[in-house]
């Protein structure tokens, strides 16, 4: 092709059209990158969750545990629990005291004895979706 645009006035004008067209190609080519890049992020727009404290199998010090809990998006609280397994098999519901800034939940968890505990979280992303996980963690 390059040895073509070299050979006189057909390849000038060969040259100039691929010019005039390559921006517009360009941008087609953005365009759909754009596309392919952002369509999953927009289909996951519902909350996953970001970082935890306690941290997933983490150890920490009780009987006073606090519990910050960050989502990729921002959620509904009114329609998000959070319930905590304790070492004997007893499932505690949390109440989850607010929402600082978006997406992010906190609770406190008081009068935790030595063990293994699983904190169980459900939440319902702005998008409608629920999801739920759990944050397993030792107290020592
Ligand atoms: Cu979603």
Redo the contacts with the bound molecule.
């Keep these: 092709m390059t040895a073509h645009f070299a050979e006189g006035e057909i390849g000038l004008d060969k040259r100039r059209n691929i010019w005039l067209f390559t921006p517009w190609l360009v941008v087609a080519i953005l365009v759909v990158c754009s596309i392919t890049l952002f369509a999953p992020q927009v289909?996951?727009?519902?909350?996953v969750l970001v970082s935890s404290q306690p941290g997933v199998n983490s150890t920490v010090t009780g009987p006073e545990v606090a519990v910050l809990l960050k989502y990729s998006?921002r959620i509904d609280l009114e329609h998000s629990t959070l319930t905590l397994l304790d070492p004997d098999g007893k499932v505690v519901k949390v109440a989850i005291e607010s929402e600082p800034e978006p997406g992010l939940l906190t609770a406190k968890l008081t009068g935790l004895a030595k063990g293994a505990y699983v904190l169980r979280w459900q939440v319902l992303?702005m998008?409608?979706?629920v999801?739920r996980g759990k944050v397993p963690f030792q107290v020592k």
């Design positions: 289909a996951l727009a519902h909350a998006s992303a998008d409608g979706h999801t």
